[in-house]
Every structure is written in C-alpha cells, then in structure tokens.
C-alpha cells in the first residue's frame, strides 16, 4: 500500500499513516465508490433495457409499415415521403433514445420493404386478403378527393393494415 501513502502524504502534507491504516482506509474508500459504482450500473440497466424495448419496437413498427407498402405495390420513393421520420426529440432524459427510435425505424422499414418486394405476385395478394379479412378492412373510397386528404388516407390504411397483421400474427415480430 505505499501507492497510497505516498499520495496521502503528498497531498495531506507530509501527513503519514503506517501500512494498517492505509489497508484500512483503502477499504472503507473503497466501499462508498463501488456502492455508487452498483447504483449507476442498476440505473443504466434501466435505461439500457429501455433502449431495447424501444428499438425492437421501432423496427417492428417500421418493418410492418415497409411490408404493407411492398406488397401494396408501392414505390420506395413514395413509402419514404409518407413514412420517413425526421430526428424527433421526446425524450429529454435520455437523449440517445431519439436516435434509437428514427434509425431503428428506418432500418425496420427498409428490411420490410425489401421482405415483401421479393415475395412473388400471387404471395402479395394473398398476404392483403388476409390481412384485410382478418381486420375487416376496407379502403378508403376517395383516393384523390384532396392532395393532403388522399395522403394522410393512404398513410391510415397502412397503419391499419400493418397494425392488424401484427396483432393477428400476421406478420410475426
């Protein structure tokens, strides 16, 4: 223990503990730290837990919605000016959170969009009557009634589609 005797006595002036009280002093030093050192660590497994249960949210999410959107036979262009979400900034705690969520999204989105690009014709219509059986859903009758009414439908009736294969197993997380 002379490592901490000499930083004791560099720093106390020349004050100078024998090698018993400077085992002694390391060890109750040392327990204070290590009991905060387990507080931060049971703190950040609640925020690391957090961060997973928001990215394996935010890529089903945006995987179902990139699903739907192939196999409705959308182009991506218009999957990412419908879909495509900007830096959101909602949680002030953990500011890591935001970037979770928009790039797992994003990810989530591509993977099914792609999944449901390679599927063949007949796979594709069978996957919506499905989903659209298993909701009841219809879509809606005014297509281009108005420009912003037209988008925001379209936007709806995805969000239901891919909502109801998730919930009815559909499309499995």
């Avoid at 223990?1 to 004791?8: D, Q």
């Amino acid at each position: 223990m002379p490592t901490i005797v000499a930083t004791i006595e560099a720093t106390e002036g020349g004050l100078m503990f024998d090698n018993a009280a400077a085992a002694s002093f390391g060890l109750t030093a040392g327990v204070p730290v290590v009991t905060m050192v387990g507080v931060w660590v049971a703190l950040g497994s609640g925020y690391y837990q957090a961060r997973e249960e928001a990215r394996n949210e935010n890529t089903v999410s945006g995987f179902s919605h990139g699903f739907v959107t192939a196999i409705l036979g959308w182009r991506w262009e218009h999957v990412v000016v419908r879909f495509r979400r900007t830096h959101l900034k909602i949680n002030s705690a953990d500011a890591a959170m935001d970037s979770i969520r928009v790039n797992s999204y994003h990810s989530g989105i591509k993977s099914g969009y792609l999944a449901g690009t390679i599927l063949p014709p007949e796979a594709k219509k069978a996957y919506i009557s499905k989903i659209r059986n298993a909701g009841n859903i219809h879509g809606p009758k005014n297509w281009d009634a108005d420009k912003d009414v037209a988008r925001n439908q379209q936007i709806s009736y995805v969000i239901e589609l891919a909502t109801t294969a998730l919930r009815y197993q559909i499309i499995k997380p």
